[in-house]
Nanobody, 126 residues
Framework: QVQLVESGGGLVQPGGSLRLSCAAS????????IGWFRQAPGKEREGIAC????????YRADSVQGRFTISKDNAKNTVYLQMNGVKLEDTAVYYC???????????????????WGQGTQVTVSS
């Protein structure tokens, strides 16, 4: 059973940095994509970054390009989302998700992912 646990959320000032962690267990191979999504109050859940564990391909949405970085630590079975230069509009609950796939690369379509963590709150405020 795949389990995902997010951590690292909190309160951060505009322009500051935060690193979110997604600890994964139950992955039976490297043929998984890990995605980071976020949902602000009253808005749809938005995919912002993903990592293909199979070929190390990554992808980021335009909204976070140049500010957020996704990376992995194989030894810890953890995928990170490094958030730099945060903005007020980055305030949301952040979720990581996983999907088993044999395809190369990764995507940010919510329906592609079947395993979800519980989420971690990120609040950007001065």
């Amino acid at each position: 059973q795949v389990q995902l646990v997010e951590s690292g959320g909190g309160l951060v000032q505009p322009g500051g940095s935060l690193r979110l962690s997604c600890a994964a267990s139950g992955l039976t191979s490297d043929y998984y994509n890990i995605g980071w999504f976020r949902q602000a109050p009253g808005k749809e859940r938005e995919g912002i970054a993903c990592f293909s564990l199979n070929d190390d391909d990554t992808y980021r949405a335009d909204s976070v390009q140049g500010r957020f970085t996704i990376s992995k630590d194989n030894a810890k079975n953890t995928v990170y989302l490094q958030m730099n230069g945060v903005k007020l509009e980055d305030t949301a609950v952040y979720y990581c998700a996983a999907e088993r796939t044999m395809l190369a690369g990764c995507g940010l379509r919510r329906e592609e992912y079947h395993y979800w963590g519980q989420g971690t709150q990120v609040t950007v405020s001065s």
